[in-house]
């Protein structure tokens, strides 16, 4: 998007400079196939960013869940796609992430028993005299 936006103004600024507008500038470049192909080109890059813009302003305006709705009804299908084949799930859905969980869980299970043992260790005299203290009582 940003690119885009960088080619549109570059374009906009260049035709400026001559009193053109973007149409103008556009319409101007004809004359050899080079010229007349770089100006389809051109016009393509200023569809494309216009159709991403809108899609990004129907994104910002969303909710979460709407812009769950949304990404899979963008107007860029080939971006899309793209996105698709390259996302990785925040959660650890892949090989790689679910044996990082499985270590992580062994290790969090075995960190807790041991300050468990730990704690039962420091407190077990004092349950002792307490329990001592009872029996002496009832006795």
């Not at 051109?42 to 990404?71: C, E, I, K, N, V």
């Not at 996302?87 to 499985?102: C, D, K, M, Q």
């Not at 290790?107 to 203290?133: K, T, V």
Request: aromatic share 8%.
């Amino acid at each position: 998007m940003d690119e885009l936006a960088r080619v549109t103004a570059d374009f906009d600024a260049s035709a400026a400079q001559l009193g053109l507008t973007c149409a103008e500038a556009l319409e101007q470049m004809r004359g050899t196939e080079f010229v007349e192909a770089r100006r389809v080109d051109m016009q393509r890059t200023f569809a494309r960013h216009a159709r991403l813009s809108a899609d990004l302003d129907a994104l910002r305006g969303a909710g979460p869940f709407s812009r769950a709705y949304l990404a899979g009804h963008l107007a860029d299908k080939d971006m899309t796609a793209r996105t698709r084949n390259d996302f990785r799930p925040a959660l650890p859905l892949t090989f790689e992430g679910g044996v990082f969980a499985g270590v992580g869980a062994v290790a969090g299970w075995a960190a807790m028993a041991m300050a468990l043992a730990l704690l039962r260790g420091l407190f077990a005299p004092l349950r002792r005299r307490r329990s001592d203290a009872d029996v002496m009582e009832a006795g």
